[in-house]
């Protein structure tokens, strides 16, 4: 069983603990990682989640994960990244993107993370009962499949302006690193 921390609806620490899929169907908060990996050409990795996930199984998602208890969140996209895909991110590069508070059935404080990284798909060493398969794909396609509603992609069914946020934020670090500016 997985414990996580509870979080009140202004994400500060209520004390509370509780497994990790109660706390999901119960409605309570809870922190939530999750990161973009680009490569130096520019292209986002995205992950096929593994067809025996509870939730979103067989789907296209960025890397993700919930922040265990007591865990900071730099800790948990660390131990989510090295776990799902068997690689190390770039330490200097472990720093918060952006916070997004989603307010569906299911109550969480998103971690959003950006990582630089020069591995080939033949680097990744999956964990096949979480992640099924990666590739790379530009930006483009990530847009096109969010307006297309593309239902094999989680992101998909995100809010516009966090979607919207987000891939501005990669087509600036995508702009910089095609221009040679360091990451």
């Given at each position: 069983?997985?414990?996580?921390?509870?979080?009140?609806?202004?994400?500060?620490?209520t004390g509370q603990v509780a497994d990790r899929w109660g706390a999901c169907?119960?409605?309570?908060?809870?922190?939530?990682?999750?990161?973009?990996?680009?490569?130096?050409?520019?292209?986002?990795?995205?992950?096929?989640?593994s067809p025996s996930k509870k939730s979103n199984p067989n789907l296209w998602a960025k890397t993700s994960g919930q922040v265990d208890r007591g865990e900071t969140a730099e800790n948990a996209?660390?131990?989510?990244?090295?776990?799902?895909?068997?690689?190390?991110?770039?330490?200097?590069?472990?720093?918060?993107?952006?916070i997004y508070k989603?307010?569906?059935?299911?109550?969480?404080?998103?971690?959003?993370?950006?990582?630089?990284?020069?591995?080939?798909?033949?680097?990744?060493i999956l964990q096949k009962d979480e992640v099924a398969e990666v590739k790379y794909v530009e930006i483009e396609d990530i847009e096109i499949a969010q307006k297309n509603n593309d239902l094999n992609y989680i992101f998909s069914n995100w809010e516009e302006a966090d979607f919207n946020k987000q891939m501005k934020i990669?087509?600036?670090?995508?702009?910089?690193?095609l221009k040679g500016k360091n990451f």
């Open positions: 069983m997985e414990l996580i921390d509870i979080v009140d609806e202004n994400n500060k620490l169907t119960s409605g309570l908060w809870r922190r939530i990682v999750s990161c973009w990996i680009m490569n130096e050409k520019g292209e986002i990795l995205l992950q096929k989640r996209i660390v131990r989510e990244v090295k776990e799902e895909l068997g690689v190390k991110i770039p330490e200097e590069q472990i720093k918060v993107m952006d989603s307010n569906s059935s299911s109550k969480s404080f998103i971690y959003n993370f950006l990582f630089i990284v020069n591995y080939e798909i033949d680097d990744y990669l087509k600036n670090k995508r702009s910089e690193i």
